[in-house]
């Protein structure tokens, strides 16, 4: 069934390749720095969606005192509580983790611009995780192929959702895993996705931000 929405005109997936690798020292302060440029460009609206505790502290310590807006974070207040600030000040920057990437709805231009830090594998480590993985090496299968690939592109897919709810929305998502354009499973991962228009450096971001205001 095709989509209602209008993503190739309304919305821009925008892939941060000169950032460092994920597992490299500094992957929180360079988010952190990327978000501040990509917030100067929409004058926030911006969700930051981060794949774990850690990563969300880190980057929202990081942004403190350089957003315009007000700088919300995941577990500060109740989740309503936090929705209904981040609706009602049109620029503010909301940081949080997993439970934001799916069931939250913002419509309009409140939100405008969702940050993802990296490519949502599920942790290797988790007991249900480990379990299913491990049942499909058992059998001879793969589990990176068979689970924490689709199960990445899920939620990944569910990040990106948050933007665009209506046929008025319009915005960019931004992925700030090198990973997407490096490796093969990268590809593959952004070939499920909506399709938006892809934008590869800021000053392409800067463009299709001033043609949406045209």
């Known amino acids: ?28 302060a360079a988010c952190a720095d990327r978000v501040v440029d990509l917030v100067d460009i929409t004058g926030g609206g911006a969700f ?16 403190n005192g350089r957003v315009p807006g007000p700088l919300l974070v995941q577990g500060e207040s109740p989740k309503h509580v936090l929705l209904d600030r981040f609706r009602a000040s049109g620029a503010a920057v909301l940081v949080a983790t997993m439970s934001f990437w799916e069931g939250v709805d913002v419509p309009g231009n409140a939100l405008r611009l969702v940050v993802l830090d990296k490519i949502p594998f599920a942790v290797p480590s988790d007991p249900i995780v480990a379990a299913r993985c491990g049942r499909i090496e058992a059998e001879g299968g793969n589990a990176f192929a ?3 690939g689709p199960s990445a592109a899920i939620t990944l897919k569910q990040g990106f959702g948050r933007l665009i709810r209506t046929r008025k929305d319009a915005g960019l998502v931004a992925l700030l895993d090198r990973r997407a354009v490096r490796k093969g499973y990268g590809r ?3 070939a499920g996705l ?16 001033q043609d949406l205001d045209t």
Do not use: H, K
């Not at 909506?194 to 931000?209: E, G, N, S």
């Open 1 to 28: 069934m095709p989509s209602p929405f209008d993503f190739a005109t309304r919305a821009a997936l925008y892939v941060a390749e000169d950032l460092p690798d994920p597992t490299e020292s500094g992957f929180e």
């Open 48 to 63: 930051v969606l981060c794949t774990s505790n850690r990563a969300m502290r880190a980057i929202r310590d990081a942004l």
């Open 146 to 148: 068979q689970y924490s």
């Open 194 to 209: 909506p399709p938006a228009r892809r934008v590869r450096t800021l000053d392409d971001v800067r463009v299709f931000w």
């Open 188 to 190: 593959l991962l952004l």
